[in-house]
């Protein structure tokens, strides 16, 4: 069984960063697109950014409200996805969830780590 | 505003049948799998059906998705109020940047 769990959330001031962690388990991470979505508090779901796999090229893609300032990694290795969130806005403001990508679907979701950016 | 519409809301008794659609257009929908999931109060979506109308294992056959051109459909069967959540459409837009695009969401309430 696929679990996924991330970390890393709490509270930062607009302009901070934050780094988030998924640690992966149950599935062959080498292998595995990953995406982060992320769900504002009373709001629907957003996709963020995503990383395929190495022998699919490693491609990342990024939502434009978060280009330039979120970088998704992932180590094999570990086998842990991340998420460098630089310069933050108070719209950021959410739960982010790691999710596997494959089947043209979002198939197997973490619990969510919630990130409030706030003065 | 979503690139998917969905509606808001809908409501059924229990045991009684509904259905939700989602509305795109013919860069998404039209042209990709659709997939649907389900968020219970307080936690992470779960993935309900993929490629349309399949359904992952564990998923009860009281879920099924269908979909014809631009629009597809979850429709839940001999509703329970542990149904009560809520469930997005999402599927792969060919004409943006962004991989996925979401629905905005609907609730299901269980009356």
């Known amino acids: 069984e696929v679990q996924l769990v991330e970390s890393g959330g709490g509270l930062i001031k607009p302009g901070g960063s934050l780094r988030l962690s998924c640690a992966a388990s149950g599935l062959t991470f080498s292998n595995a697109w990953m995406t982060w979505v992320r769900q504002a508090p009373g709001k629907g779901l957003e996709w963020v950014a995503r990383i395929k796999s190495k022998p699919s090229g490693e491609e990342i893609d990024y939502a434009a409200p978060v280009k330039g300032r979120f970088t998704i990694s992932k180590d094999d290795s570990e086998p842990t996805l991340y998420l460098q969130m630089n310069s933050l806005k108070t719209e950021d403001t959410a739960v982010y969830y790691c999710t596997t990508d494959r089947d043209s679907s979002l198939n197997s979701w973490g619990q969510g780590t919630l990130v409030t950016v706030s003065s | 505003q979503s690139v998917l519409t969905q509606p808001p809301s809908v409501s059924a008794a229990p045991g009684q049948k509904v259905t939700i659609s989602c509305s795109g257009s013919?860069?998404?929908?039209?042209?990709?799998?659709v997939s649907w999931y389900q968020q219970l109060p307080g936690t992470a979506p779960k993935l309900l059906i993929y490629e349309n109308y399949k359904r992952p294992s564990g998923i009860p056959d009281r879920f099924s998705g269908s979909k014809s051109g631009t629009s597809a459909t979850l429709g839940i069967t001999g509703l329970q109020t542990g149904d009560e959540a809520d469930y997005y459409c999402?599927?792969?837009?060919?004409?943006?940047?962004?991989?996925?695009?979401f629905g905005g969401g609907t609730k299901l309430t269980v009356l």
């Open positions: 013919s860069s998404n929908i039209g042209r990709n799998y």
């Open positions: 999402a599927t792969w837009d060919s004409s943006l940047t962004d991989p996925w695009v």
